[in-house]
């Protein structure tokens, strides 16, 4: 009898299982790197003319800033009253179409820019890992604090994947014992062949399982 006391009193120290799950949607905007041609070239008074080869005509640069939204799955490492939690996050993104760069140029008249840019939604799925550091308030109420992940747009439509991270604050209040909404407002950065500078909004709920 003695045995099976000492048992239960093992078993009763175990702890529950931590961690929960959530859904979320997200949007914001960030900026993409553009280069076009102009399919002349002006002579000094300002007269069209023809060049021998296609290379010495002009070359320009141009960013575009673009919308994106999506919705996503998460996992939580912790405790539901633990001030700091891991996440593992997996969302679907879209980012807008870019814009014609004759449309938006004001170095080169439309008729004469030649450019290659996307013209329809971009399909991102993305994976990141981050951490949840509350600061100000209570995980048993409301608290504030900051986020942060990292990872990458794995998976593109047009093969042209991405490392990313973001930072910023996050909020959460938690509903009941194990349902909390949450929010976020953070800088977003992506690099790809250069940096794209960004900022997005995230918002959803999670169900902690202790």
């Excluded at 120290?13 to 859904?23: K, N, R």
């Excluded at 002579?43 to 003319?49: K, L, M, Q, R, Y």
């Excluded at 999506?70 to 980012?95: I, N, P, S």
């Amino acid at each position: 009898m003695r045995h099976a006391v000492v048992a239960l009193g093992l078993l009763s120290s175990i702890p529950a299982y931590a961690g929960g799950v959530g859904v979320f949607v997200t949007g914001g905007a960030h900026t993409e790197q553009m280069w076009y041609h102009s399919n002349v070239a002006l002579d000094a008074s300002g007269n069209p003319v023809q060049l021998r080869d296609w290379r010495d005509y002009p070359k320009y640069e141009l960013v575009e800033t673009l919308p994106h939204g999506g919705a996503g799955l998460e996992f939580l490492l912790g405790d539901r009253d633990d001030r700091l939690v891991g996440t593992f996050r997996f969302a679907y993104v879209a980012d807008a179409p870019q814009v014609d760069p004759g449309k938006v140029s004001t170095e080169v008249a439309q008729e004469y820019v030649v450019a290659d840019w996307r013209d329809e939604l971009r399909h991102v799925g993305v994976g990141v890992v981050g951490l949840n550091l509350g600061l100000i308030g209570s995980p048993d109420n409301f608290q504030a604090g900051l986020t942060g992940h990292v990872g990458a747009g794995f998976l593109t439509t047009d093969h042209t994947e991405f490392l990313t991270f973001d930072l910023g604050p996050m909020a959460s209040y938690r509903i009941n014992r194990q349902l909390s909404a949450f929010g976020e407002l953070t800088y977003a950065g992506r690099f790809r062949k250069g940096w794209s500078n960004g900022a997005q909004l995230a918002a959803g709920v999670r169900y902690m399982f202790d």
